[in-house]
Every structure is written in C-alpha cells, then in structure tokens.
C-alpha cells in the first residue's frame, strides 16, 4: 500500500531533550516537506527537500532541522525542543517537478508536547 | 506571498443536505492549483478536489464540486447529499506552480472550517 509512514504517532517531552520524528515513504517520491498545524493558523511548511542531499527551509524553520540522505526518509529533527514547537506535525511527499497533478500524500501525524 | 482565507471558522448542515463552504485567495501568480483537504477526527490529511487555475471548468468528485471564480480569486467547495462521515476540519490551499526542474511546492493552507453534519 502507498504510503506516507510518521513515527512516533504520538510524543510527550521535556524542554530541551532531542528528539527525531520520523516520515517514510514508499511511493519513489522525490519531494517531502514538513508541515506544522496550530489551531487557528492552518498548516505552516518547516523545512522541504526536493531530492536526495537537497532541503530547503519553508516559512516556519527555527529550531528544526531536516536531513535527506536516503530517498525515502526525511527525519525532523528538535535539537533542543521548546514548549512552543508543541504542535501537530505533518510529513508530505509528491512524485516533485509538477509531476502526478502535484498531489501530495500526507502521513497521520505526529501530535507533539513539549512540557 | 499568498494568502487563503477562509471566513467560516464553522458550519452545520443536516444530513443530505447540501453546503458550500468560502474561501478566497490572493496571488499575483496566472497560473496555479487550488485543493480541498478534509480532516476527519483521526487527523488523517484527505485529499477531496484539485482545481487547475488555466481549467475553467470546475472540478468535480462524486458529491463534491467546487466553484472556482479566478477573477474573484474565489473556490467554494460544494458538498451535495451530506453525510455523517462529511464531518471534519476542511482546508482550502493554494500552490504556486512548480518548474519541472523542481522547487518548493508549499502548500499555502488557509485556517480552515469546521464542518459537522447532524443527523
């Protein structure tokens, strides 16, 4: 089944402590990104990649950071998280170039607090 | 930049009945894509429409249809026959075209509305 796969679903954590979100896919996609959701302000891009070795920051990029060393993995990445990165997280990834009507396919989210 | 905003943070509809949920949008762009997400309570990102600016015709799936208005920079998302399952978090969104070499495809979200159908 094509998917996008986020692990974990679910985080709770301590100010300051690392951690690594995980986003997958399995569909050969070159472009991934991900996608932050706060009530009442939508979905906010943090960092995309459009290929391997290649990520750009989006609108919302501070205090996050992405590596894309395998195709089908785009990690996200809190060195130091803080309680205002507590938020729903989303990873994306579509065939890239504007290919397959520029459909993206997100993966379930990742639900994030930061105590 | 681009701007979507929707103006109906939420909305009722009875079962089988028929909404139409706004949303306006701002760009200097001629061309680009317009898409209907849904968001059901597991949080899933669902696509429902994609609507191509240079299309006049407006987009159709099953029961939902949108009204795409590109001098008012308009796309309503129509849903005809409403069902308990049409109960989510709707989000409109806007993407700028994307050069076949590559580049960012941000989706540009708007706060979305929430829908619920009663039975």
């Known amino acids: 089944e094509a998917q996008v796969t986020q692990n974990p679903r679910y985080l709770i954590t301590v100010t300051g402590k690392k951690l690594t979100v995980t986003c997958s896919q399995n569909?050969?996609?070159?472009?991934m990104s991900w996608y932050r959701q706060d009530p009442g302000l939508g979905l906010r891009q943090i960092y995309y990649?459009?290929?391997?070795?290649?990520?750009d920051k989006g609108d919302v990029p501070e205090g996050y950071k992405v590596s894309r060393k395998e195709k089908r993995n785009f990690p996200l990445i809190l060195e130091s998280p803080s309680p205002n990165q507590t938020s729903l997280y989303f990873c994306?990834?579509?065939?890239?170039?504007?290919?397959?009507?520029?459909?993206?396919?997100f993966g379930a989210g990742t639900r994030l607090s930061v105590l | 930049a681009q701007t979507v905003t929707q103006s109906q943070p939420e909305m009722s509809v009875q079962e089988a009945e028929t909404v139409t949920l706004s949303c306006t949008y701002d760009?200097?762009?001629?061309?680009?894509?317009l898409f209907w997400y849904k968001q059901p309570p597991s949080r899933q990102m669902i696509l429902v429409i994609r609507?191509?600016?240079?299309?006049?015709q407006n987009a159709t799936e099953n029961r939902f249809s949108v009204n795409f208005q590109k001098a008012a920079k308009s796309f309503s998302l129509k849903i005809s026959d409403s069902q308990l399952g049409d109960t989510a978090m709707y989000f409109c969104a806007f993407m700028k075209p994307v050069r076949s070499q590559g580049g960012s495809e941000k989706l540009v979200f708007g706060k979305g509305t929430k829908l619920t159908v009663n039975p």
């Open positions: 760009t200097s762009e001629n061309n680009y894509y």
């Open positions: 609507q191509e600016a240079y299309k006049q």
């Open positions: 569909m050969n996609h070159e472009y």
């Open positions: 994306a990834s579509s065939l890239g170039g504007g290919r397959a009507k520029n459909i993206q396919y």
């Open positions: 990649s459009m290929n391997v070795e290649v990520t």
